[in-house]
């Protein structure tokens, strides 16, 4: 399965973007989607994620309210909504897929198989 992620670029703190993560080469319902994120010297986070037929999301705390996760299971497409942009959300955004994860594991990063390449988002007055 690939995954082409998109949408990152340079925004103002409050600001808006959206990233798209297009799959190819696999099923897409069959997946749970991820976004991860990876800020210069710090570890790769989980920042959102979302199950096979969208009914269960989840956030890390420090975007709860502020991003939003979605699919398209009919265009293979998972969107990240990102609203109130801070300087801190300044990082390399990942799209990641995984099948077959029990709930406890969304989060986490090991439980995904799939990757993108990566997109930079860029928030800066």
């Known amino acids: 399965m690939q995954l082409q992620a998109c949408g990152g670029g340079l925004a103002q703190p409050g600001g808006s973007l959206r990233l798209s993560c297009t799959t190819s080469?696999?099923?897409?319902?069959?997946?749970?989607m991820g976004w991860f994120r990876q800020a210069p010297g710090k570890d790769r986070e989980f920042v959102a994620t979302i199950r096979e037929r969208g009914g269960t999301t989840r956030y890390v705390g420090s975007v709860q309210g502020r991003f939003t996760i979605s699919r398209d299971n009919a265009r293979n497409t998972v969107t990240l909504q990102m609203n109130s942009l801070k300087p801190e959300d300044t990082a390399v955004y990942y799209c990641a897929a995984g099948t077959n994860l029990i709930l406890s594991s969304i989060t986490q990063s090991a439980a995904y198989t799939y990757w993108g390449q990566g997109t930079q988002v860029t928030v800066s007055s």
């Open positions: 080469g696999g099923t897409f319902s069959r997946y749970t």
